[in-house]
């Protein structure tokens, strides 16, 4: 093989789980490439909440948040079942900590803080808690990414300045009800007159995360090539020993001395793939994913012989879609009050506040019984929750942009008799479900769904009322929108081990070549234990595959001269 470059380390994809394999490999002391395919860093991760859940970690320990490893693994034993080997719950468990602890350790901008009362997912199974186990990144001023600044993935809606992190939305998406809602506003406005002012640009969420990666990586002096899409495996052998890339629309060969790491996303933008692996309907249009995640490696480890797992299942993300085909992933509009969602003919069907993943599983269950009358919903709330929370990227008593009224994305009433009439639904079947519903809140219980009973339903709800979900729907005008079972990524892909090598259908290992996003099968199986459950896997495995790198034996040198290429 004629090699153009040579690396101890090259690792694909430049999300949450590459950078944390390249920021350990090269401060490792080993030669680091990172390539990305798109012509920016930061992928899914960058566009995501940014959280990260390990339990026990320092800084719960630091928030004085109990916990224990055996807590921990009783939980995942409790939402991932056996579907996950006890070997790689208990590696992430312990790993994931030490992972943390050597960022911490060895750079100045991987700083993070406790999500406070961000419960688990299903906190009322054995093990979780309600005051959650999630972190998130400080928000950090992207000026000192300097040339790197303009390479960052920017964000789906441009915040113009008024920057939040997960616990400011929290408070602010109460701002017309609470005293707390209202004073961290104030904080969020100083951080608007900074940007202003002395052009200040803060990130928070999933772009502090990426921005905090790239800086320490920058720091190290790592090498990123954008615009540098994988095309294949250079294997050699018996082991992968380099890969091919794309660059100026030339084909490339690098050398990787140690291993290949891949750190690159799933396959759901790419249709093909979607309707041979995913239930069915599926739309690419659904997901939330970068354009750049259409399924490059499948193929490619295919031909190596490797092992795939959860090629079906996505981590589902229940979407509005607007004009522009853009979706917008329901997350806290589904815990407010004055709000349900219902099938088409008018019918609730779930607990709104489900946890997302599971909410997207329950649409396809649910379509199936009823003949396609889940995909779409609907999501309908009166002029009150319009008036008191924030809703789609609306703040409260913000009308909808007047293309959502020209295009259907938002359909509108004086009463709940014409808004039914106005999707088509059957009888009085939406009338009849809202009274049911307004009884249940008028009583502070909801007795079909159960909703407000988890402290993870409570969490986005209005702490002002007896049941922070439950309020009657009874002031005009009444909106309705389609839900859609979107997804933030796919889960499936090659299966690893416990230090992140690709494992073949025969149970052996393919040597030089691990997997750490969302390329590989999730480690948390089918479930979803808590916010930040794929970012915090991602990053520790691709810490894990780094330092099973740096003890590999490198393959014999090619005896040149690697260059940087940018």
Known sequence: MNWDYEYDVVVVGSGASGFSAA?????????????????????????????????????????GVGDSFQEAKTYLDATIGDGVSDEIKTTYLNKGIEMLDYFHKNTK??????ANNYS?????????????????????????????????????LSTKGFVMTGQDFHKVNMITRTWEGKIRSLSLGWRLIQHKLFRVNYAALGQALIARMALSYKDLNGELWLNTPFVDFIFEDDRVVG??????????YIK?????????????????????YLPSPTDVGWTSSPVGQTGDILTPAEKLGAQFDLMH?????????????????????RGIPNMIITDQDGKRYINEPTPYHEFVDRMYLHNEKTGGKAIHSWIIFDGRAKKRYIFAGQFPGQDFPTPYYEHGIVIKADSIKELEEKLHMPGNNLVDTIQTFNEYARNGKDLDFHRGETAHDRYYGDPTLKNPNLEEINVGPYYALKVFPGDIGTKGGVVIDKDARIVKEDGTVIP???????????????????????????????????????????????????????
């Open 120 to 156: 688990d997912y299903y906190p009322q199974l054995p093990g979780g808690k309600g005051q959650g186990r999630s972190i998130e990144p400080l928000i950090i001023n992207t000026n000192q990414l300097g040339d790197w600044r303009d390479k960052l993935k920017p964000p789906t």
């Open 243 to 252: 890969i091919q890339v794309k660059k100026d629309e030339k084909a490339l």
């Open 256 to 276: 990787a001395n140690k291993g290949v790491i891949l750190g690159s996303g799933g396959f759901s933008k790419n249709q093909a793939y979607r309707d041979k």
């Open 23 to 63: 920021i350990t490999a090269k401060n490792e002391g080993l030669h680091t490439l990172l390539v990305e395919k798109e012509q920016h860093f930061g992928g899914a991760s960058a566009l995501s909440g940014g959280g990260v859940w390990i339990p026990n970690n320092r800084y719960l320990v630091e928030a």
């Open 512 to 566: 030089g070549v691990y997997a750490c996003g969302n390329c590989s099968a999730s480690i948390m199986g089918e479930a979803y234990p808590g916010p930040g459950a794929t970012l915090g896997p991602g990053m520790t495995f691709g810490y894990l595959a780094a330092m099973h790198c740096k003890n590999e034996v490198p393959t014999h040198k090619a005896g040149m001269q690697s260059e940087v290429h940018s």
């Open 109 to 114: 901008h991987m700083r993070f803080s406790y």
């Open 313 to 333: 299942k996505v981590w589902g993300a229940p979407s509005i879609i607007d004009h522009k085909g853009v979706p917008f992933f329901l997350v806290a509009d």
